[in-house]
T-cell receptor, first 116, second 115 residues
């Protein structure tokens, strides 16, 4: 069965410092992995996705994530945090492929706070 | 705006009443998903449609819940005899259904409060 575990429920950084949000996954086959962001009172937005191409994936707003099969990890990073990055971040795995619907399994979420 | 839309955005109801939510996906998308998100949790899958066919339902979807997508376009989610535990944000998403790496585009959600 597929699952994701977000290792931190809350991360606090200062503006201009690096961001690291940690995610481990479990999958019985090669997974499709995503990071979504949810700002207060706004819908979920895709940051980036991994689908068995390059292991280092670049997303929007300067975020990137690295797929590490040996560690079953897909951590999200950003070199320099901005105040507007404060939001809830979800690590997500897609269940099944073309013939299994591709439903998403979400982690519990990591709330990112950015201090001025 | 050509994104996913949901109606209503907020619904307050009394326990035991029936409620119905609507989702309009991106027009060319053939897959439509429903998820439920409770406070402090990630969204949980409820059900999905490939065109008008409902292909999977989660165990979370009790027999009080029913979803339809009659013409393969918009979808409705009905909850009968609502309970306080049904209070949550109900999210709809759509995708083109091309493969495992499809991006699902989410609507703004319908927040249900059961008193």
């Amino acid at each position: 069965a597929q699952s994701v575990t977000q290792l931190d429920s809350h991360v606090s950084v200062s503006e201009g410092t690096p961001v690291l949000l940690r995610c481990n996954y479990s999958s019985s086959y090669s997974p499709s992995l995503f990071w979504y962001v949810q700002h207060p009172n706004k819908g979920l937005q895709l940051l980036l996705k991994y689908t068995s191409a390059a292991t280092l994936v670049k997303g929007i707003n300067g975020f990137e994530a690295e797929f590490k099969k040996s560690e079953t990890s897909f951590h999200l990073t950003k070199p320099s945090a901005h105040m507007s990055d404060a939001a809830e971040y979800f690590c997500v795995v897609s269940v099944g492929a073309l013939y299994q619907g591709g439903k998403l399994i979400f982690g519990q979420g990591t709330e990112l706070s950015v201090k001025p | 705006d050509t994104g996913v839309s949901q109606d209503p955005r907020h619904k307050i109801t009394k326990r035991g009443q029936n409620v119905t939510f609507r989702c309009d996906p991106i027009s060319e998308h053939n897959r439509l998903y429903w998820y439920r998100q409770t406070l402090g949790q990630g969204p949980e899958f409820l059900t999905y449609f490939q065109n008008e066919a409902q292909l999977e339902k989660s165990r979370l979807l009790s027999n009080r819940f029913s979803a339809e997508r009659p013409k393969g376009s918009f979808s409705t989610l009905e909850i009968q005899r609502t309970e306080q535990g049904d209070s949550a944000m109900y999210l709809c998403a759509s995708s083109s259904g091309q493969g495992a790496g499809d991006e699902q585009f989410f609507g703004p959600g319908t927040r249900l409060t059961v008193l």
